[in-house]
């Protein structure tokens, strides 16, 4: 029997991207619990995205490892000599390939919204993050995950226009606030994606709005009544600040962005009930 060392082991998961592999696992099985998913059914959504989200860290970090190697990026296991980029490539083809039958098992419509969404995130890991369109990626792939909850459920109905769109915009965000910290290295690199083309200044700036879009059409989509219109206001005193404070301290756009989408991600799970209407 073949066994893998500890320290590959430990490269393999760092170069998941283990916060936010957790993070969209723990959120879109929570999604699913409250929308109606049983335990067997949660658990099932469970596995598919995080296999889909374990591919999409590891071909990450394989389709970068060279650039990551001459940014000298030493955080990253594949620069670190933690694992190869060989074996990165077969942990993400095997993850690749449970995602499949595990997103199927929810239906054939829950799974290939779900597979839609993958494919999205292999297609900027694979050349996309480099063009104009590099924000579409993230848009799908988000927006496909409360789509592949409500057409899980009996009947496989369609998923509410609120919730796609908040999700799509998160992931828009989502895109801004990955980018940020290595906008000056991937131009160095020669990467031009949308945010690398606006520079980091514009970014900074930008970054909340499209976070507070998602929280606008959550308050306005899914009909929370007072609630919702308390976390529109909660949502847009961290963003105002950040954006006003951007010249000053270049991270205050960052944490006031993780203020709107812990705000944005409240609304969806209190909505999530309602995910079909």
């Not at 796609?164 to 992931?171: H, K, M, Y």
């Not at 949308?194 to 499209?210: D, N």
Request: net charge positive; proline share 6%.
């Amino acid at each position: 029997m073949t066994t893998i060392a500890p320290g590959r082991l430990a490269g393999l998961a760092g170069a998941c991207h283990p916060g936010p592999t957790v993070a969209v696992t723990g959120l879109v099985t929570a999604l699913a619990a409250i929308a109606g998913r049983d335990p067997a059914g949660c658990a099932l959504v469970a596995a598919a995205v995080l296999a889909g989200q374990l591919s999409v860290g590891w071909s990450n970090d394989a389709v970068d490892a060279t650039r990551d190697a001459a940014a000298g990026r030493t955080s990253k296991p594949v620069v670190s000599g933690a694992v190869r980029a060989g074996a990165l490539w077969r942990a993400a083809l095997i993850a690749l390939a449970c995602c499949v039958p595990l997103s199927l098992a929810s239906g054939v419509e829950a799974g290939a919204a779900h597979l839609v969404g993958v494919a999205a995130a292999w297609a900027y890991n694979l050349g996309l993050k480099a063009t104009a369109l590099s924000w579409l990626p993230y848009a799908v792939g988000f927006g496909s995950l409360p789509a592949f909850v409500a057409l899980g459920l009996p009947g496989a109905p369609w998923p509410a226009w609120w919730a796609v769109s908040a999700a799509a915009l998160l992931g828009v965000g989502a895109h801004l606030a990955n980018v940020l910290p290595d906008i000056e290295d991937d131009l160095a690199a020669g990467v031009r994606g949308g945010p690398q083309r606006l520079g980091a200044g514009r970014v900074r700036v930008m970054l909340p709005l499209p976070l507070l879009a998602a929280t606008v059409v959550l308050v306005v989509g899914a009909d929370l009544g007072a609630a919702g219109w308390a976390g529109l206001g909660a949502a847009l005193l961290p963003a105002g600040a950040g954006i006003a404070a951007a010249r000053r301290s270049p991270r205050a756009p960052f944490w006031a962005a993780v203020a709107v989408t812990a705000v944005d991600v409240a609304l969806l799970l209190a909505a999530g009930g309602d995910i079909t209407r």
